[in-house]
């Protein structure tokens, strides 16, 4: 009887080992650009959803926007993984009719406008690997400047009579990228 214990005892605490070691995770800590989401309508119980678009968020920390976003260069639009567009509704963008789907969308950054572009790739990571020929539209937007600076890059919608505009603001730079129906 007393064997029956100890070997009870023994597995007990066997078990009690495993399953402790099995439950300690180690978690990465909180990612220095993390990934948001912003979509249109915003009401987020609204499933009518037109557009969504999911990308991370940088911080400026003291460095020039120039020098994280270059003037003249495919830019992944935020941080990390490329951002991911989500159309779910056939839309334009400029007159290029852009059908339902999941897309990357890049831009260029420049002096006075930007290029928005949508791509077919998908799952890319930074711009590293952009192809100019998996293009599905181009639009070039004018450069506003703000007075207010936004330290951390960000993307909201506003609706329009047609459609919905995505806003990128990052420091003092604005962009408007029309999505029309």
Known sequence: MKTKSIISAITMAFLMLISVNMNAQDFPKMDKSPMDVAS????????????????????LKGRSLDKLAPKGEVW?????????????????????????????FYVIPG????????????????????????????LNVPVTTAKESLESFAIVFEDSKDGA?????????????????
């Open 111 to 138: 002096e006075t406008e930007w290029t928005a572009i949508i791509s077919k790739d998908l799952n890319v990571w930074g711009s590293y690997f952009y192809k100019k020929e998996n293009d599905v539209a181009r």
């Open 76 to 104: 992944r639009t935020g941080a990390n993984e490329a951002a991911e567009l989500t159309l779910y509704k056939d839309m334009k963008l400029g007159s290029t009719k852009i059908p339902a789907g999941t897309y990357t």
């Open 40 to 59: 249109f309508p915003t009401n987020w119980r609204n499933a009518d959803k037109l557009i969504k678009i999911s990308y991370s968020r940088p911080q």
């Open 165 to 181: 505009h995505m806003h990128l603001g990052w420091g003092t730079v604005r962009i408007a990228v029309p999505f029309t129906k």
